[in-house]
Nanobody, 124 residues
Framework: QVQLVESGGGLVQAGGSLRLSCVAS????????LGWFRQAPGKEREFVAA????????TYSDSVKGRFTISRDDAKNTVALQMDTLRPEDTAVYSC?????????????????WGQGTQVTVSS
């Protein structure tokens, strides 16, 4: 079983950037497809981005496409989310998730392991 820990959240002005990281504490990281999700107060958890096991397949939600980039470094057991041109509507708790599979998935129920989340706040 893998444990995931996110970091890198914080407060940033609109138009700014943040880089989130998610580190896996154990397990064979390279077998996992990985995703980032976010949840704003009073809203359901929302898909942000996902990357497949090889790193060659990525998918993004329409709301972040062109502004966010997901990447992985299996040597460091890390998946990152580079967030540029941030908007106030990007404010949420961001969580990473993992599933031992080859493909990418965009539904929260399709992931088996979750981190505790990190807060991102974008001020206008």
């Amino acid at each position: 079983q893998v444990q995931l820990v996110e970091s890198g959240g914080g407060l940033v002005q609109a138009g700014g950037s943040l880089r989130l990281s998610c580190v896996a504490s154990e397990g064979t990281f390279s077998i996992y497809a990985l995703g980032w999700f976010r949840q704003a107060p009073g809203k359901e958890r929302e898909f942000v981005a996902a990357i497949n096991r090889s790193g060659g397949g990525r998918t993004y939600s329409d709301s972040v496409k062109g502004r966010f980039t997901i990447s992985r470094d299996d040597a460091k057991n890390t998946v990152a989310l580079q967030m540029d041109t941030l908007r106030p509507e990007d404010t949420a708790v961001y969580s990473c998730a993992a599933r031992a599979t080859m493909s990418v998935f965009s539904m929260p129920r399709q992931y088996d392991y979750w981190g505790q989340g990190t807060q991102v706040t974008v001020s206008s």
